[in-house]
């Protein structure tokens, strides 16, 4: 009886070691410039804050809104890689339905068929891949893409709708993947470390049945460090019903979602360059 209760402890905390949905970032504070995430101004209420845990590691983070089902932003490190795109199995996020569930994201029909959650019991947390079947004009979009990532785990870890949103489809297609598979690359050049922040901001629609809302503007942030200072920053911004994207200073990204979300938003707390 006392090796039972002793193995219980030690699995208790196996559990705390590998939480991944937390109340600040401080388990995955690397994917952050100078460890310091978005101001306040972005959270939403009831928000879920998730270091993405896949294979035994953190692959970036993201600020999730539990209402609305779909990511405020993902923080990644830029770190393109030569492995090949994987493919499209998407994922969920165990804990946020139950913090003391498994460390890593998981398939919905796996958590289903081992009799770990209901199908319910997902979808009142998160979206799920149904929600996004049958769409004509939305695809997932990715806020860290998995093109942005080094290793095969880490692109893997970007397949996960807590990463998502409904996108655009044309502009998923076109002009925002030439920015972020083009400009990302051309404006990166002679950086040692590039810290991205990549959200969407809320819209006034939504998809499957009132359930995933549909972003009005998808927008991106990079601050770019040479020999760790920082030497130049930018940023990207698109609505998401039109085929183009803007790519502007750091500085005039943060007075559009200052404008966006009603309230001052800065993305690398004045950390950063924004020449």
């Known amino acids: 009886m006392l090796g039972l209760l002793l193995l219980q402890v030690l699995a208790s905390c196996l ?3 590998h939480s991944e949905v937390v109340n600040s ?3 995955c504070p690397q994917f952050f410039y100078d460890g310091i995430p978005p101001d306040g101004a972005l959270n939403p209420n009831n928000p879920a804050r998730i270091c993405q845990h896949f294979n035994n590691s953190y692959h970036y983070a993201t600020l999730y809104n539990r209402v609305r089902r779909i990511p405020v932003y993902s923080a990644y490190k830029y770190e393109p890689g030569d492995d090949k795109k994987p493919q499209k199995w998407w994922m969920v996020e165990p804990q946020l339905i ?3 569930s498994l460390p890593d994201m998981q398939y919905d029909w796996a958590l289903i068929k081992q009799d770990i959650f209901t199908l319910d019991q997902i979808k009142e947390s998160q979206a799920i891949p149904d929600d996004y079947k049958g769409l004509k004009d939305l695809d997932r979009g990715h806020l860290s893409p998995s093109g942005h990532q080094f290793s095969k785990e880490s692109m893997m870890a970007t397949f996960t709708l ?3 949103v409904p996108q655009d489809r044309t502009l998923n297609n076109d002009k925002w993947n030439k920015y972020e598979y083009k400009t990302m690359e051309n404006n990166a050049q002679g950086c040692n470390n590039t810290y991205v922040i990549t959200g969407a901001v809320p819209g006034n629609t939504y998809i499957s049945h009132e359930r995933v809302n549909r972003p009005s503007h998808i927008w991106s942030a990079a601050c770019c460090l040479r020999d760790k200072k920082p030497l130049k920053a ?3 911004i698109a609505e998401n019903n039109r085929n183009k994207v803007e790519v502007v200073s750091l500085e005039e990204l943060e007075k559009r979602l200052t404008d966006l979300y ?3 938003v800065t993305l690398f707390k004045n950390a950063c360059s924004q020449k």
Do not use: I, Q, V
């Open 98 to 100: 139950d913090r003391n």
């Open 234 to 236: 930018w940023g990207a």
């Open 25 to 27: 970032f401080d388990s």
């Open 15 to 17: 559990w705390l070691g």
């Open 162 to 164: 807590t990463n998502a």
């Open 262 to 264: 009603g309230g001052r």
